[in-house]
């Protein structure tokens, strides 16, 4: 059975920063793409972070980009998030996915696995 679970959420000062994992079981995310997704209260799942299967290229949302990083470890079967320079319309519920095809989509359709989403709340 496929999981990913999400981790390291929580609550942040504005410019501050929090560094998210999710740790894959069930899969192995060497021969997957991984993305990182958002969703602010009320508002549609955003694409935030993506990192292709074999090439480790990586592809951001302009609003997050030079601030946000994702990253691999497929020895330890977890990507990661590195938020920094956080804002408060960063606040949202972080989910990560995992795609088992070619390419490294910026929707959220062709994922194929999610994990349960944690929070990241950002004051100012």
């Known amino acids: 059975q496929v999981q990913l679970v999400e981790s390291g959420g929580g609550l942040v000062q504005a410019g501050g920063s929090l560094r998210l994992s999710c740790e894959a079981s069930?899969?192995?995310?060497?021969?997957?793409?991984l993305g990182w997704f958002r969703q602010a209260p009320g508002k549609e799942r955003e694409f935030v972070a993506a990192?292709?299967?074999?090439?480790?290229?990586?592809f951001y949302a302009d609003s997050v980009k030079g601030r946000f990083t994702i990253s691999r470890d497929n020895a330890k079967n977890t990507v990661y998030l590195q938020m920094n320079s956080l804002k408060p319309e960063d606040t949202a519920v972080y989910y990560c996915?995992?795609?088992?095809?070619?390419?490294?989509?910026?929707?959220?359709?062709?994922?194929?696995?999610w994990g349960q989403g944690t929070q990241g709340t950002v004051s100012s």
């Open positions: 996915a995992a795609r088992r095809g070619p390419g490294t989509p910026t929707t959220s359709a062709p994922y194929d696995y």
């Open positions: 069930g899969l192995t995310i060497s021969t997957y793409g």
């Open positions: 990192i292709s299967r074999f090439g480790g290229t990586t």
